[in-house]
């Protein structure tokens, strides 16, 4: 399965370079265009190339993935251009050395976009993943431990919120609160801690009379001592990947809802509301899209490749 998501990453970078060496670009910039889009097609190439026969494709699709997950960090300090700063003279600039993914109707580099629209993504998700995974623990921590009528209670109400899909919860959310970044991560935040508060609940209610739990209890430990010091560490091997599917969730939540017009708005970038801006510009400037469709892809998938690490160090199922 790795080698043939090399050979698509591939396919779609040798896209690109053959996008970048038609006619868009302004003749002065011939020789830099083709300099940048033979590197680019020689690199993507040869890496599939090399993950195809010596079987280590997963090998260079996880240094792909770091690399990515290393540049959505630097985007949120920092990025070659302003991602507002706007060029009448450099409109529709295909890819080339000083624009790596080109410019938009705007003049603005696409790269330095995509950079801060990953970060912006990346802590949208990471908030995210936090607030609904403390929350949700609590309630699946109390519930699975205690039982009973509070089991009972909460439960209802959880079941009650998983009834609505997570985004239409969060469009609720926004509707009340308005728009803006940390409002997204509010309503994502709350609309997410259902599916934590399930996961745990379940871990607990089956670690809770194992026989390491009994002896605690017989040694004198309080309950909030066996909960959080001794059954909540035996969960991480179903939590961790949960998180992961969580962050992956969280992503697509916020690229869908920018995309929409009703998440993180103007003038802060992000990937979902740059692939609404780049529909109407496919035909004229198709590295707009191509670009930031590639990164938001890229991020699912590298952290779909941790999850699948973690399941594996763990001993659980793939």
């Known amino acids: 399965m790795a080698w043939i998501m090399a050979l698509i990453w591939a396919a779609c970078c040798a896209g690109a370079a053959a996008a970048a060496m038609r006619k ?5 910039r011939e020789v830099s265009r083709r300099r940048w889009t033979a590197i680019l097609a020689a690199a993507a190439l040869g890496g599939a190339a090399a993950g195809w026969f010596t079987g280590n494709a997963g090998m260079i699709l996880s240094y792909e993935v770091r690399c990515l997950a290393a540049l959505a960090l630097v985007g949120c300090v920092w990025t070659p251009y302003s991602p507002t700063a706007m060029s009448g003279s450099e409109k529709f600039l295909a890819p080339c050395l000083r624009h790596l993914f080109g410019t938009d109707n705007f003049g603005r580099d696409i790269f330095s976009r995509v950079l801060a629209g990953a970060g912006t993504t990346f802590f949208i998700s990471a908030a995210t993943v936090c607030i609904g995974a403390a929350a949700g623990t609590l309630v699946g921590a109390f519930t699975g431990y205690f039982g009973g009528w509070l089991d009972e ?7 009650a919120v998983t009834a609505f899909p997570s985004i239409l919860l969060a469009l609720v959310f926004i509707s009340l609160l308005g728009f803006g970044k940390y409002n997204v991560i509010l309503a994502l935040g709350v609309a997410f801690v259902p599916s934590y508060a399930r996961v745990v609940r379940g871990e607990f209610a089956r670690h809770r009379e194992m026989n390491y739990v009994k002896s605690a209890r017989l040694m004198g430990a309080g309950h909030l001592r066996i909960m959080f010091l001794h059954i909540l560490p035996n969960t991480r091997q179903v939590l961790l990947p949960t998180l992961v599917i969580g962050f992956n969730n969280a992503v697509l939540a916020e690229a869908s809802m920018s995309y929409l017009c009703i998440g993180v708005t103007p003038p802060d970038a992000s990937l979902g509301y740059m692939l609404s801006e780049s529909q109407g510009m496919f035909v004229s ?22 999850g699948e690490g973690l399941q594996r160090r763990n001993g659980g199922d793939v």
Not at 24 to 28: F, G, M, N
Not at 153 to 159: E, I, Y
Not at 297 to 305: D, K, S
């Open 285 to 306: 400037a198709p590295w707009y899209a191509l670009g930031t469709g590639l990164t938001l892809v890229w991020m699912i998938f590298g952290v779909a490749l941790i």
């Open 153 to 159: 209670a909460l439960m209802r109400v959880n079941d």
């Open 24 to 28: 868009w670009v302004q003749p002065e």
